[in-house]
């Protein structure tokens, strides 16, 4: 948790026309997205048994095992600077300097020869950014299908019948490279694509650290709310699935628990906010979502409610 702490405090610290490059590594440790339902995506009395680490990330996307093989960076920057193609890029070049050719694939992806061997996830805060992702060099991917449990209907919908069918680590392929050497890559190919020499950053805030690693290492953050709840709605999109638990009396939500792997975490904290007190109807559901903004997630999830509010018109 203290490597997810050091990047909230970074974004906090950034200056204007600056990059952090951050590259760093978790050994034994399952890292989940914001809003995912840990206690169905995990494994958690397995995970115990083996001693892994379990933590919660601030950025959205799906659960993923971190351990010494892996190498993991973050691009940190104020959102006028940000752009994930460029940044990347930057991965993609390192990979190359090894002869290995990479490419983007799917929402969030990096695969070489048709498998994944990077995944990343986006987070927004204050006008500042960050993207940050794995890179599969030399870890246990065995793990994977250990300590996970993904949803059947995401592997279906990816043509794939397992976890282990879809990732590949580097070594593979490239028996030279490790991650040490890949770190060296990646600083070499950010002084390249930024065109200058990287600095060590130097300014820290021990206080606000510590702040940080108490939040994520909070039973309160790393599991979420567990609710007794009624009605459930749960539907899986090209963006990722999505579950609405419900805790409904007099006919009003008193409780909600929005759990999803999309790659919105903002836009799903959003729906938490406008759904407590309201009727549970479909009409007054599909009413509130009106009133997010605009993006590809509340749009479909209108033409889901609105298809729901239909059937149970019939």
Request: charged share 30%; aromatic share 8%; net charge negative.
């Amino acid at each position: 948790m203290q490597n997810l702490a050091l990047e909230s405090v970074l974004m906090e610290l950034v200056h204007p026309e600056e990059m952090i490059l951050y590259l760093w590594q978790n050994d034994n440790t399952i890292v989940i997205g914001k809003n995912q339902n840990i206690r169905k995506e995990c494994q958690l009395e397995r995970i115990r048994e083996n001693g892994v680490h379990l933590v919660r990330r601030s950025s959205g996307g799906g659960a993923v095992y971190h351990d010494l093989g892996n190498l993991n960076f973050s691009f940190i920057t104020k959102d006028e600077n940000y752009d994930v193609k460029r940044q990347t890029e930057i991965l993609c070049d390192a990979l190359a300097s090894f002869g290995i050719e990479a490419a983007v694939s799917g929402r969030n992806d990096v695969t070489v020869q048709g498998r994944k061997v990077s995944g990343n996830a986006y987070y927004h805060s204050h006008g500042v950014s960050l993207q940050h992702g794995t890179l599969l060099i030399d870890t246990d991917l065995t793990a994977m299908s250990r300590y996970l449990r993904p949803d059947p209907e995401k592997l279906k919908a990816r043509g794939v019948d397992s976890v282990r069918s879809r990732v590949m680590n580097l070594k593979e392929i490239c028996p030279q490279i490790d991650p040490e050497n890949a770190r060296k890559a990646m600083i070499h190919a950010a002084e390249k694509e930024y065109g200058c020499m990287p600095q060590p950053f130097e300014r820290m805030d021990p206080s606000r650290l510590e702040m940080y690693i108490r939040r994520y290492g909070s039973e309160e953050w790393i599991f979420g709310p567990d609710i007794p709840f009624e009605e459930v709605l749960e539907k899986r999109f090209a963006w990722g699935g999505i579950r609405f638990e419900f805790h409904v009396e007099n006919d009003r939500i008193t409780e909600l628990s929005v759990w999803s792997d999309s790659m919105d975490p903002e836009t799903i904290d959003a729906m938490k906010e406008i759904l407590r007190g309201i009727p549970y109807r479909m009409s007054e559901i599909y009413s509130r979502f009106c009133t997010l903004p605009e993006s590809t997630v509340r749009d479909d999830i209108l033409v889901w409610l609105k298809q729901l509010e239909e059937q149970n018109a019939v």
